[in-house]
């Protein structure tokens, strides 16, 4: 089962990576498009600054979801290198927790103003604002699972090591 789990994590990361990468790239030729549209021709078009806004909206948040990895934070953790294995398990639980809980908890009033923002419109590309912001409760849903399963991992085998590994093998 565990097995299951990490091949479909793999999928879902490179799929992913392929979203990023290709969202990356059509900022990018909307970007020369918007360069070229003013500096060439001196008449800019409106929606290449919009596209390349909403484009980067759902890089940074998909790739927060489902690329970026736990060990890949910028991290304090003077005090959690500084006690032994028994403390760093409650801290890392409880942090763990702590993230999970308030994104869960902030996800329905969070939706809630999605969903509101379909009768507003983008200004040039007339795209609801709801699918612009949708983006947004899918990276609270994906951190609040993962985080969750990272408290469940930590409680059954011990806290992370400075790499910000957990090691399933090892009883804490």
Known sequence: ???LLERAGTWITRI???LCGAALGAMFVTFLLQVYSRYVMAQPFGWTLELCL???IWIVFLGCAFIVRDRD???FDILYLAVPRGPRRVFAAVSALAIAVGLA???WPTWDWIDFMKIRRSATLRIPLRTVFSVYAIFMAVVALRYAWRAWQVMRHGPPDEEGAIHVGEQG
């Open 16 to 18: 992913a990576e392929g």
């Open 54 to 56: 909403t484009l980067w």
């Open 1 to 3: 089962m565990a097995n």
């Open 105 to 107: 908890v902030s996800f």
């Open 73 to 75: 934070h910028v991290k």
